[in-house]
């Protein structure tokens, strides 16, 4: 029995969540546009599948051919909106956490979504996942549970790829991963054992919401500028490292001449040139690590405990880059800096000043640079 009452209601709040979630740009995630697509179409999905939801379990045992391709065709829409949604999130987890997919995952799991569409083009001619008998009534066949399963497949893969970064020690915060998969989880149990009522897309907005909620507040450790951490979250990792005992991997990079190229070039080129060194760390640490504006031209690098290569080793790859840029770039300067690194050991001694510590390392190497260049252009 349908309670329509209820189906309207489930689906106009979740319809009302995604709106204003879409209105007041809670989806845009600074400096960070291929996660903030993802998150769009996360919306845009449960938008869509709010609007179609209703229209279908209004037709469901309504006579004539018009209600049956609102069943037919809307029921289509709804299984292939799965196709969206599970890709979208496992992107949206690969891209903020900075992981990679291999092109076999890749291929993998764009071919499974196109083997869903597949099936359901089939199922428009030959029922084989659900039907419509003659009272316009619809009912659900064995490959129903195909697509309920696959949609917990890309939940539970991305929930995988989220946890298994962290078992390798990578830095990780913000993300509601359970958050995101407990409401879908409910809402999918309670409508697959349930026929009749409309909880699964309601639920999957909230997910979508707490998510959207969750990477707002990663703002406020984010620098502005350049788009990487600032010096309140280096504040939350020194913080736990020194509560647990641990160390940590870290490298400190301070610009060199960076106020010649604010004096004599603009501080907005003095910005574009920070902008530029942060993404060139950036693709340096790749996912080995998190990059941090400390102050001004100061950076932090902070290995993961699991990342390839020694600090020596990314001091070399850094200062590549930086060479690699100025080939590249077209620009009247050249970046440079003084960059030092060490193992900042938190297990025997928890008072330990990190920043004094790293500081000195950095120091050594800008006074080498200065021995051949000029003071006065810092």
Same mark, same amino acid.
């Given at each position: 029995?349908?309670?329509?009452?209820s189906?309207?209601?489930?689906?106009?709040?979740?319809?009302?969540?995604?709106?204003?979630?879409?209105?007041?740009?809670?989806w845009?995630?600074?400096?960070?546009?291929?996660?903030?697509?993802?998150?769009?179409?996360?919306?845009?999905?449960?938008i869509?599948?709010?609007?179609?939801?209703?229209?279908?379990?209004?037709?469901?045992?309504?006579p004539?051919?018009?209600?049956?391709?609102i069943?037919?065709?809307?029921?289509?829409?709804?299984?292939?909106?799965?196709?969206?949604?599970?890709?979208?999130?496992?992107?949206?987890?690969?891209?903020?956490?900075?992981?990679y997919?291999?092109?076999?995952?890749?291929?993998?799991l764009?071919?499974?979504?196109?083997?869903?569409?597949?099936?359901?083009?089939?199922?428009?001619?030959?029922?084989?996942?659900?039907?419509?008998?003659?009272?316009?009534?619809?009912?659900?066949l064995?490959?129903?549970?195909?697509?309920?399963?696959?949609e917990?497949i890309?939940?539970?893969?991305?929930?995988?790829?989220?946890y298994?970064?962290k078992?390798?020690?990578?830095?990780?915060?913000?993300?509601?991963?359970?958050?995101?998969?407990?409401?879908?989880?409910?809402?999918?149990?309670?409508?697959?054992g349930? *026929?009749?009522?409309?909880?699964?897309?309601?639920?999957v907005?909230?997910?979508?919401?707490?998510?959207?909620?969750?990477?707002?507040n990663?703002?406020?450790?984010?620098?502005k500028?350049?788009?990487?951490?600032?010096? *309140? *979250?280096?504040?939350?990792?020194?913080d736990?490292?020194?509560?647990h005992?641990?160390?940590?991997?870290?490298?400190?990079l301070?610009?060199?001449?960076f106020?010649?190229?604010n004096?004599?070039?603009?501080?907005?080129?003095?910005?574009?040139?920070?902008?530029?060194m942060?993404?060139?760390?950036?693709?340096?640490?790749k996912?080995?690590?998190?990059?941090?504006?400390f102050?001004?031209?100061?950076?932090?690098?902070?290995?993961?405990?699991?990342?390839?290569?020694?600090?020596?080793?990314?001091?070399?790859?850094?200062a590549?880059?930086?060479?690699?840029?100025?080939?590249?770039?077209?620009?009247?300067y050249?970046?440079?800096?003084?960059?030092?690194?060490?193992?900042?050991?938190?297990?025997?001694d928890?008072n330990?000043?990190?920043?004094?510590?790293?500081?000195?390392?950095?120091?050594?190497?800008?006074?080498g640079?200065?021995?051949?260049?000029n003071?006065?252009?810092?």
């Amino acid at each position: 029995m349908i309670n329509l009452q209820s189906v309207y209601a489930s689906n106009i709040i979740g319809f009302l969540l995604m709106v204003v979630l879409l209105l007041s740009r809670g989806w845009r995630i600074q400096t960070k546009n291929s996660e903030s697509h993802s998150l769009i179409m996360m919306i845009l999905t449960v938008i869509i599948a709010c609007i179609v939801d209703p229209m279908v379990f209004y037709s469901d045992g309504k006579p004539g051919i018009f209600a049956r391709l609102i069943i037919l065709l809307g029921n289509s829409i709804l299984f292939s909106l799965n196709a969206i949604l599970g890709p979208a999130y496992i992107t949206l987890i690969v891209k903020h956490i900075n992981e990679y997919q291999t092109r076999r995952q890749k291929i993998i799991l764009y071919t499974v979504c196109a083997f869903e569409i597949f099936v359901l083009i089939i199922n428009l001619f030959t029922p084989i996942v659900f039907g419509i008998d003659e009272s316009n009534r619809y009912y659900r066949l064995p490959l129903y549970w195909m697509y309920v399963v696959t949609e917990a497949i890309f939940l539970l893969y991305g929930q995988n790829v989220y946890y298994a970064a962290k078992r390798r020690g990578r830095f990780l915060s913000f993300f509601p991963t359970w958050q995101f998969l407990v409401p879908i989880a409910i809402g999918m149990l309670l409508q697959s054992g349930l *026929y009749g009522i409309s909880l699964i897309w309601p639920c999957v907005g909230v997910s979508v919401c707490c998510i959207a909620l969750s990477l707002q507040n990663e703002n406020i450790y984010l620098d502005k500028l350049t788009g990487v951490f600032n010096r *309140y *979250y280096l504040n939350e990792i020194v913080d736990n490292a020194k509560k647990h005992g641990e160390k940590l991997s870290a490298l400190m990079l301070d610009m060199n001449n960076f106020k010649q190229i604010n004096d004599n070039y603009s501080h907005t080129e003095g910005d574009n040139a920070l902008i530029a060194m942060a993404d060139i760390l950036n693709d340096v640490v790749k996912n080995n690590g998190i990059v941090i504006r400390f102050a001004g031209d100061e950076f932090i690098v902070i290995l993961d405990k699991t990342a390839t290569h020694t600090i020596s080793e990314y001091k070399s790859f850094i200062a590549d880059a930086i060479d690699e840029y100025n080939e590249s770039a077209i620009k009247p300067y050249k970046l440079s800096a003084a960059i030092g690194g060490d193992i900042i050991d938190f297990t025997t001694d928890e008072n330990l000043d990190f920043i004094s510590a790293i500081d000195r390392y950095m120091y050594a190497d800008k006074a080498g640079y200065y021995e051949n260049n000029n003071r006065r252009k810092r």
